[in-house]
């Protein structure tokens, strides 16, 4: 192998290779990825097994060959160098030499032959979509999905077709966000991707403008772009039916400024501990009381002035669920809705119907 590229190329491709690797992995191999050059293009690949990408670089290839580095040792090397042409070349069948300016280093790898063989996507249905109308609709939804790995079926995003709509719907058993938008996805059943795979997916996809390529094959999310193609392995398995935790519309409504909302929770939830993580929100026509008590600091309470007319409600609700429920709203003027006694805090920003989420209450 014997070839040139540029640094901030190969940089931003080890960017988005790196962290999908196994830091703490039975099988070595997967801490490593997997570097091909030949046809004038160096290709990397790397794989957790549930989550792969192959990212593309074009370059200039004098001797083709391949073989599997550690992952993140080559990502500080190539981070620190600072020429903008590096040399890359084996020295024997195992270790490479990777050389910029008088920098030279020796990096031992393994043999690519022991590398996880990459599944190309299976023809099927697939799409142009909006790189940024899905990152869009994966923040309304994934800070509800459940990190929880015993609860397998939770521990993701459930795609749904929602007739000429998609709508992604994610919850944790204690809040639920649930977004439904025109994105276009070929949907022909529901699937749900799971978190750590949503959450690669975001951040390679972070900063892209233009349109992807979406597919769903039989076990397997997809998406393409000039440079890259990276797949997610699907939940097997039903989504429970989340319906059942949607309440129908109640007759308390609130109006409230977000951004005075955010503030007041983060004062308050600094009294907030491990033993009781709940706030309790109390509303009268024209104000908003949230407050916390510790069990050996003391008391803390605070006011925020809001819309409403109707009767006193009060509810306990976990701050940090609170908290990012209301985060993840994006418009200035927002709605707290209460049904009953018990009944889940719905959460709707002002000026639209496609959105909402909830946050379940504490017992008192």
Known sequence: MFFEIARDSLLDSLSKTV????????????????????????????????V????TNECQVRESGTLALPSKKMYEIVRELGSSIIEISTLDP??????????????????????????????????????????????????AASSDDS??????ILFERDENKTRFVATDGHRLALISEEL???????????????????????????EIVFGIENKNLFVKTERFLMTVRLIEGEYPD??????APGDNFVKINRQNLIKTIRRVAVFTSDRNKGVTVQVVPGKMEITAQHPDLGTARDVVDVQYEGAEF????????????????????????????????????????TYFNLVMPMRK
């Not at 599944?119 to 939804?141: F, N, Q, R």
């Not at 276009?184 to 233009?210: D, F, T």
């Open 314 to 353: 009060s509810v306990i609700v976990n701050a940090s669920y609170l908290q990012e429920a209301v985060n993840a709203v994006d418009t200035e003027i927002m709605y707290l809705e209460f049904q009953k006694e018990g009944s889940p805090v719905i959460l709707r920003p002002e000026g639209t119907d």
């Open 94 to 143: 195992f270790k490479l030499v990777i050389q910029a300016g008088q920098s030279v280093f020796q990096l031992s790898g393994m043999d690519a032959g022991d590398y996880p063989a990459w599944a190309s996507p299976e023809e099927g249905s697939e799409v142009s979509i909006s790189a940024e109308k899905l990152l869009y609709m994966i923040d309304k939804t994934m800070f």
């Open 151 to 156: 609860r397998f079926n939770l521990n993701g």
């Open 242 to 247: 989340y319906r059942k935790v949607i309440p």
């Open 184 to 210: 276009g996805l070929p949907l022909e059943r529901n699937v749900v991707v799971p978190r750590k795979g949503i959450a690669e997916l975001r951040r390679v996809l972070e900063g892209v403008k233009e």
């Open 52 to 55: 792969g990408i192959k990212v």
């Open 19 to 50: 962290p999908i690797t196994e830091k703490r992995t039975s099988l070595p191999i997967l801490s490593h990825i997997l570097l091909e050059a030949m046809n004038n293009t160096a290709t990397l690949v790397a794989t957790d097994l549930e």
